[in-house]
């Protein structure tokens, strides 16, 4: 069975700083990741995802993931933060079945 | 290109009142499902379909219905609504998953809260 786990339920950054959202999953083979972000009141959006290949992923809006087989991650990153970046941030694995699984998200908060 | 919409935005019923959210999508993906999120529960999904004819259980498949009559609808029946069903829902459509361009487009949601 596949499962994600995202061990920040909050993260709280300043403006113009730097971010990282964990995210760490299992799954049997090499799993299709994704990093999908909800502003609040709205439905969600793919930020970037992850098949095979090149380990570092570039997505939307300047963020960046890279998956690491050894340690079973799929970390979000950013280098600069901005306000429009507060949301909720949910990492999700399939293994290429129709029943994705999805983190129970990490929620950003970003300080002027 | 409307993408996927769902009607309505939000609801109140009392609790054995029945009801049915609409999604609808453009563009002519073969795959559709539902979801629920909950509090620290991230999405949860409930029923999806493969094509028009086609659907099939999520994890938290009781007390809803679906149907698939057209590649572009598919709407989510609750049949006797009851408060534990209080809870945002999403319908999302895709290209078949396992694919090197899968996404799950989503709809804006519907808030519904049952008495």
């Known amino acids: 069975a596949q499962s994600v786990t995202q061990p920040d339920i909050h993260i709280t950054v300043s403006e113009g700083a730097s971010l990282e959202l964990r995210c760490n999953y299992s799954?049997?083979?090499?799993?299709?990741l994704f990093w999908y972000v909800q502003s609040p009141g709205q439905g969600l959006q793919l930020l970037l995802k992850?098949?095979?290949?090149?380990?570092l992923v570039q997505g939307i809006k300047g963020f960046e993931a890279e998956f690491k087989r050894s340690q079973s991650s799929f970390n979000l990153r950013k280098p600069s933060v901005h306000w429009s970046d507060a949301a909720e941030y949910f990492c999700?694995?399939?293994?290429?079945?129709?029943?994705?699984?999805f983190g129970r998200g990490t929620s950003l908060i970003v300080h002027p | 290109n409307a993408g996927v919409t769902q009607t309505p935005k939000f609801q109140v019923l009392k609790t054995g009142q029945s009801m049915t959210l609409q999604c609808a999508q453009d563009?002519?993906?073969?795959?559709m499902s539902w979801y629920r999120q909950d509090p620290g529960m991230g999405l949860r999904l409930i029923h999806y379909?493969?094509?028009?004819?086609?659907?099939d259980q999520g994890e938290v498949p009781n007390g809803y219905n679906v149907s698939r009559s057209t590649t572009e609808d598919f709407p989510l029946r609750l049949l006797s609504a009851a408060p534990s069903q209080t809870s945002v829902y999403f319908c999302?459509?895709?290209?078949?998953?396992?694919?090197?361009?899968?996404?799950?487009?989503f709809g804006p949601g519907t808030r519904l809260t049952v008495l």
């Open positions: 992850y098949f095979s290949g090149d380990t």
């Open positions: 799954y049997g083979a090499t799993p299709y």
């Open positions: 379909s493969v094509g028009a004819g086609i659907t």
């Open positions: 999700v694995v399939s293994g290429g079945s129709y029943i994705p699984t």
């Open positions: 999302a459509s895709s290209t078949p998953p396992g694919g090197i361009y899968n996404e799950q487009f």
């Open positions: 563009m002519n993906h073969e795959y």
